[in-house]
């Protein structure tokens, strides 16, 4: 039986930003957007969100939710640093630390370097240390397997410690709205609740061959986890080769200006992910399946970065335009970055040996 923690910090641009400066503690702040309305909110304050102030949510809501919402722009540069900090006090316990993002990890603990034994308790002696070190609050989720211990350290934020021990990990699955699985996106969900499939019990009630059936491979998946098998192991210094975001559509589209809105809809949602993890790449590849599930990808590389939302938005748009769109109908479009060129922000080895 292993023993994982996942660690994720309370609000964090927007517990940074009041960390650092006193006039914006106690108050509802958004890091990211801005207050003549234009863009999105990266995350809100716990102050702003009692308004419903959340991120990715356009500034012209959030001002309309929250009349005296504060913008503050995000200082990714202190972001990291933090992110590093964390990292250096999850390795005084393992090396074992798979991070999702800079804000939040997976650590095994099934052997911890100072054999302390009990992940609750290592999993307290970290968020002591976050508060002490780096004046900021995380929350924890202690299980057997990732999805449960990612799943459980949201119960109880901010500031939360949740155990779900191994007797009970079933009925936790079997009351779990269907939404929180992993990979459960809106489409999925829908085609799960015509199914009558709302909780993990409900989703237990389909063999795997029927499950497979409906969902492909990711329907064995999901025949797994519900009954508690994630055997994905804790993967230290992953480094992501790309970022990328693909919807399917409930119906395919086949207008080209739905095409155009649904790409700069992704491009928006691809743009937030590689913000989060301060990621930035040079090549940007567009995927289209056809309603006849033929595939293709198109893909272009460029000198620089891309650093820019409209840069993504318009090369994307340019690669679709290059294409023979004329009467093809599109059941996925799918925007990926790659080619970040650069070490992993958690890969401290790797920084070192280019330092010296
Ligand atoms: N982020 C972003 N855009 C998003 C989501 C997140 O830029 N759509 C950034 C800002 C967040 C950080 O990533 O502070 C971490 O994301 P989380 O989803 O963990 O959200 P928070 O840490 O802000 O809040 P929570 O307390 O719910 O974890
Ligand atoms: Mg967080």
Request: glycine fraction near 6%; include cysteine; aromatic fraction near 10%.
């Amino acid at each position: 039986m292993r023993k994982i923690i996942h660690i994720d910090m309370d609000a964090f641009y927007a517990s940074v930003e009041q960390r650092d400066f006193p006039e914006f503690r106690g108050k509802p702040l958004a890091v990211g957007g801005s207050p003549d309305g234009r863009g999105v909110v990266a995350t809100a304050s716990y102050e702003a969100r009692k308004f419903g102030v959340k991120s990715a949510m356009s500034s012209r809501m959030a001002i309309q939710l929250c009349p005296q919402l504060t913008f503050t722009p995000p200082r990714f540069d202190v972001y990291k640093d933090v992110s590093n900090h964390i990292r250096s006090i999850f390795r005084r316990y393992t090396d074992l630390i798979e991070p999702l993002s800079l804000d939040e990890a997976y650590l095994d603990v099934t052997e911890d370097k100072l054999n302390i034994g009990s992940a609750i308790e290592i999993a307290k002696e970290i968020k002591n240390a976050i508060f002490q070190e780096l004046n900021l609050t995380a929350s924890a989720g202690i299980s057997v397997n990732k999805f449960v211990a990612k799943i459980a350290s949201d119960i109880q934020k901010p500031n939360g410690i949740t155990f779900i021990g191994p007797s009970k990990v079933i009925p936790f699955l079997e009351k779990l709205p269907i939404k929180k699985f992993f990979g459960v996106g809106k489409v999925t969900e829908k085609r799960m609740n015509l199914m009558g499939i709302y909780t993990g019990k409900d989703l237990k009630r389909f063999s795997e061959i029927e499950m497979v059936q409906h969902f492909g491979k990711s329907g064995k998946f999901f025949h797994q986890i519900v009954r508690g098998e994630d055997n994905r192991p804790v993967r230290p210094n992953r480094i992501s080769k790309s970022i990328g975001v693909e919807d399917t559509f409930e119906t395919d589209i086949h207008e080209y200006e739905d095409m155009l809105e649904e790409i700069k809809r992704l491009s928006e949602k691809l743009f937030k992910r590689l913000e989060k993890s301060s990621k930035f790449g040079k090549t940007i590849t567009l995927k289209i399946k056809f309603s006849d599930f033929t595939q293709i990808t198109r893909s272009k590389t460029f000198a620089n970065k891309l650093q820019k939302l409209e840069d993504i938005q318009d090369f994307t748009i340019d690669l679709l335009n290059n294409l023979d769109m004329q009467d093809k109908r599109v059941r996925l479009l799918g925007v990926t970055i790659s080619n970040f060129n650069e070490l992993d922000p958690g890969d401290e080895e790797a920084v070192q040996l280019t330092l010296f």
